[in-house]
């Protein structure tokens, strides 16, 4: 089954850089070349080479001219040959506390630093360095040890701010080549890792698809499934229906759940005085669990079972937040901080069986409460890294909440935020389509870049300057495949005007200020 | 010539506030009806009332059914009775100086405060505060005495924080009623001025149109007639030419005017070493004349001249950021600085001849940059009123600078600026299109009023909470009507869901979370 899924980059090409601890690693990256800047002085003409632009890339063999696609068969096995000497429950982290550097550490150390190395821009992130942000909780390498056909990544606040898309409906046999579509669409336009959020009866065949054929780490909320097992009763859960969920889907290659493990009974109350309750599907499932049985949920009492499980496949937990506000009201209240405490208690009972963790985060704050959500995160869940879903920092857009939410994603990334889970326009509205997909990715994007930039992450301003000078030299096709949506900006730009013009119809060639800026250069002279 | 111009916001209608001291006053609001909150316990139900909320309205007479619109007539002349008793050079700086509260400063603490009084809700937005404001040069309330049509606002850090919409192109005879259209339906989506910045044959006429018709003040860069009077040759350019024109927009009714008199000679040369050199049109022209001449400009030179016109009419002048950056990478640097500098000794000689003064901001600037911009400004400019562009936080990502900007944008409002101007997704690409208008506009409400809600502004958080519970409540159509944009919201959600539903498409009735929140409420006597 050879599919039509593969695409390319614009004047881009996909190269690999190689291990020097491991030479066999290959870690791909997208090229792309520029023209020279052209610049006159009377009659002279300079000819000045611009160097071409790593840029990190989510695509995997999607992008990649010389590797055959077929869904059926699912991608290559790149990790099957390092896993295959590794024993039962040695996780990225069990190597990390040994100092031991595997491949999955320095794929990433390669894969952060694009060609810094090369421009001469010094870098932080070696293979050592990602090895003990691993070994001391800072990191996660999500790399399940049944999904050998993902590229390794590593979330962690001294690294790229990485963004998760969410994809899932419930999916016919006949739409499995749709389903898996998707996938690939959030990772072309920059997605770090992918949640499966499907329902429904399919669940197991679509997860199964997409996992085979997912170049990027996947992750779920296995509750959804253990709550269909059970016809949507909340009250009718068990232990036993969860744990067989989690193995289920570890078995299939799951890189990461997320588990609302931090509601107690005791604290859900909190909740009752708040403007918008509880949003979270996952915690109002748990928690209706828990008033109804009026006992702690077994999420929390069997975590140590939960780590033990995930320990086995190196997958990593996502402590969901249950109580997360969903109103900038609720924001930063008891309910949302009682349930951060405990997730700073259980991050450590994971951390002590060798399973890498990390803490979800809201959901809806006004800019100035943004600030404290993460030094509290770091406080209490002792710098294990923080995945936000935005936060929206107003409640009064939806139709836009893609906006109001990189705000708040932007600068909690800035802060310290290691993933931000992305937000569509149709968020609070209705299910998001392909074209909601790529305006949240490419939105997200953004905040993350913009985040790296304030954060000074290595090589990543090489890009906004490249694409500025672009810009200032009306290297206009330069200009649109360095954007985040060369698609897009070429498509609004031919709205009026032609390709390779020296000014632009916004100002038109007399009132171009970089046209008059050029002409500064030489007009001392000229006045003379 | 009756248009159809003329508009209505869903379940809302105009109610007027009169003034106390002025009760001739009348305040134009938007009121937005609700629907009532409808709760079972069992077979009971409960019936609580919303309250509507009161919107801050700058659509004027458009939206109000009982003023005729007539464009050829132009809106009626709201302000010319109390003009019609002040003598040349009263400035609004003018009176506040000697304490004597204008009907403008009570129109706009009104405006700012919406029904606050009527909640209950506490606020320092009194007449005597505005007064204050306005007397030692904190804010402005751009009016020039020519503009009796437009409602007055006020632009300063201790209020609401506003957002500036461009508009212009070169207008028809024909085209006029469509120019006009524009213009409102910039101010119908919540802009809360206009720059006309027109350039072409027909500038004069196609602002006299814009004015006459315009609810909100107008705002210029005469620069780009004076610099189409020389046919686009900046070294013809001439202070007679400049001023004449500055003249002739006075008498228009121009309600701020942007002039970039921050340019020295001695500075341009900073510039030179920059990414981008400079990307203000009106900054690249004077620039030129200055390098050409070897002159310091016309512009600082008569700044007192140019202040003694603006104060006949109270014209407020809008230090133009001449070398603001065009990229990140320039963002900040000593050419940047040496202007804000300037712009500080300026705003100083502009009050001490009682002419309103705000200074321009950038522009390129990534997040950590940001608050020193602020900071500066308001130690440099004496806390006169900032008005920004953006800041774009990255420069990778053409044909989302609306986003990219509005982070900057919703930031650097929360540090303090009082106005926004507005990015359209057609920034550095091509002209902006009615619906790139749209967006922009309501992009940067969102940017300003998640400052708002940062900045504690009183009554900020009504709209939130009120949409925030619509949406708890399943309200479909209340929330639509309370968001920014009601009509794409209502858009987005009839793709995949029926209105009145009380669960939506996303979660399904089984996983919605809201849903099962409510549900918790009585679970535990049904445990029982």
């Not at 791909?28 to 070349?33: L, Q, T």
């Amino acid at each position: 089954m050879e599919t039509k899924i593969k695409f390319s980059y614009p004047s881009s090409e996909k190269v690999y850089l190689s291990g020097k601890l491991y030479p066999e690693i290959k870690v791909g990256m997208r090229r792309v070349r520029l023209t020279p800047t052209v610049t006159f002085e009377g009659e002279k003409r300079h000819v000045e080479e611009n160097k071409p632009v790593y840029i990190y890339d989510t695509s995997g063999p999607y992008s990649d001219p010389n590797i055959e696609i077929d869904l059926k068969k699912g991608l290559p096995k790149m990790r099957q040959s390092w896993i295959d000497g590794r024993k039962e429950g040695q996780t990225q982290m069990y190597f990390a506390k040994q100092g031991i550097i595997t491949q999955e550490m320095e794929y990433v150390a390669i894969r952060e630093n694009m060609n810094c190395e090369e421009l001469g821009i010094k870098t932080h992130i070696t293979p050592a360095f990602v090895c003990k942000e691993v070994a001391e909780g800072r990191a996660v390498i999500p790399a399940n040890i049944k999904h050998p056909e993902s590229e390794p990544m590593i979330i962690g606040t001294n690294f790229l701010v990485k963004i998760n898309t969410n994809i899932g409906n419930s999916a016919t046999t006949s739409g499995i080549e749709e389903e898996v579509e998707k996938a690939v669409w959030s990772c072309k336009w920059g997605g770090d890792t992918l949640m499966d959020l499907s329902t429904g009866d399919d669940i197991h065949e679509t997860r199964e698809w997409i996992l085979r054929n997912c170049p990027v780490p996947v992750g779920t909320v296995p509750m959804y499934q253990a709550f269909e097992k059970v016809n949507g009763k909340a009250e009718d859960l068990t232990w036993e229906i969860f744990r067989d969920t989690l193995i289920e889907q570890c078995e299939q290659g799951v890189d990461y759940f997320t588990i609302h493990c931090g509601i107690r009974l005791k604290n859900i109350h909190l909740a009752d005085t708040r403007l918008t309750g509880i949003v979270s599907r996952g915690g109002s499932i748990i928690s209706k669990w828990c008033k109804v049985h009026q006992k702690e949920s077994f999420l929390y009492e069997h975590f140590d079972d939960i780590c033990d499980i995930c320990a086995k496949y190196d997958v990593a937990i996502s402590l969901g937040d249950g109580l997360r506000p969903g109103s900038t009201y609720d924001a930063n209240d008891a309910a949302q901080f009682a349930e951060l405490d405990t997730m700073g208690e259980l991050v450590e009972r994971a951390w002590a069986k060798n399973v890498q963790a990390f803490i979800e985060g809201p959901g809806h704050v006004p800019m100035h409460k943004i600030k404290e959500n993460m030094e509290r995160q770091i406080e209490k869940c002792h710098g294990a890294p923080f995945y936000t879903l935005g936060p929206l920092v107003t409640d009064i857009a939806p139709a836009y909440d893609h906006i109001t939410s990189a705000i708040g994603a932007a600068m909690i990334g800035w802060y310290g935020t290691a993933m931000l889970c992305y937000v569509t326009p149709k968020e609070h509205l209705a299910l998001p389509e392909k074209e909601d997909v790529r305006t949240g990715v490419v939105t997200y994007k953004i905040a993350a870049h913009a985040a790296d930039l304030a954060k000074g992450h290595p090589g990543a301003t090489i890009r906004d300057n490249a694409l500025s000078k672009a810009r200032y030299d009306f290297r206009w096709k330069d200009q649109f495949n360095l954007a985040l949506d060369p698609e897009r900006a070429l498509e609004y730009y031919k709205t009026s005007n032609e390709v390779d013009a020296n000014y632009c119809t916004m100002c038109g060639p007399n009132f171009c200020a970089a046209r008059i800026s050029h002409s500064l250069k030489n007009c001392q002279e000229e006045s003379k």
